[in-house]
């Protein structure tokens, strides 16, 4: 069965801290993987998304992928409390068609 | 972003009755649009994959006949929970596919609780 793990945490960060997410999958032939954010009651929300190895930017959030060791991570520059939500994780997987497969999501708590 | 409404946002009900949820994407065409649900403190779990024009593809596990789903145009999908029960009281989440990128927006959830 093909699967993406995230740590549940809560993982707690000062504010102004580079918050860590990190997030790995079961399928090695996976080309799509996406973070979304999801504050509670809400329905997730697109943050990044990366098809390539290496790192992508977009504003305060970076996301890193390395297919070689099924991973992938999601770094918040300069946390604020705004960005205290649960952070999903997922990956269209080879073979799922257009589906993605959801982890289940990492508690970010930024603190003052 | 894409934008995709969901009505309602909240719905409570009876046991035994049915409830609609309508998705829709408002400013894109979307072939594709999930449905999924969510329990408290859980992740997404896929329900079926729902394609314009055609029958919905459920996921293992998930009723058919309990959860009808209807894509009956680009920008519409419902899905409808037949004779609710209380343990079918959750949040359900629908999401498009902007086809043009392949990012999946979400509609902004209907909390259902059957009492």
């Known amino acids: 069965q093909k699967e993406v793990e995230q740590n549940s945490g809560p993982l707690s960060v000062p504010e102004g801290a580079i918050a860590s997410l990190n997030c790995t999958y079961s399928?090695?032939?996976?080309?799509?993987f996406f973070w979304y954010r999801q504050y509670s009651g809400k329905s997730p929300e697109l943050i990044m998304f990366i098809y390539s190895n290496g790192d992508k930017e977009d504003g305060r959030f970076t996301a890193q992928l390395n297919k070689a060791s099924q991973y992938v991570s999601l770094l918040i520059r300069d946390s604020q409390p705004s960005d205290s939500a649960t952070y999903l994780c997922?990956?269209?997987?080879?073979?799922?068609?257009?589906?993605?497969?959801f982890g289940t999501g990492t508690q970010l708590k930024v603190e003052l | 972003g894409a934008v995709v409404s969901q009505h309602p946002s909240r719905v409570i009900c009876k046991s035994g009755t049915s409830v609609k949820i309508e998705c829709r994407s408002l400013?894109?065409?979307?072939?594709?649009m999930f449905w999924y649900r969510q329990f408290p403190k859980q992740s997404l779990m896929l329900m079926a994959t729902?394609?314009?024009?055609?029958?919905?593809?459920?996921e293992q596990g998930v009723e058919k006949d309990k959860f009808l789903i209807n894509h009956a145009s680009l920008t519409l999908s419902t899905l409808t929970v037949t004779s609710a029960h209380p343990e079918d009281s959750s949040f359900y989440i629908c999401?498009?596919?902007?086809?043009?990128?392949?990012?999946?927006?979400f509609g902004s959830g209907t909390q259902l609780s059957v009492l």
């Open positions: 999401s498009a596919e902007q086809a043009t990128n392949e990012k999946l927006f």
């Open positions: 400013d894109f065409q979307a072939t594709t």
């Open positions: 997922a990956v269209r997987f080879t073979g799922g068609g257009n589906k993605l497969t």
């Open positions: 399928d090695r032939g996976s080309q799509s």
């Open positions: 729902s394609n314009e024009g055609s029958k919905a593809t459920y």
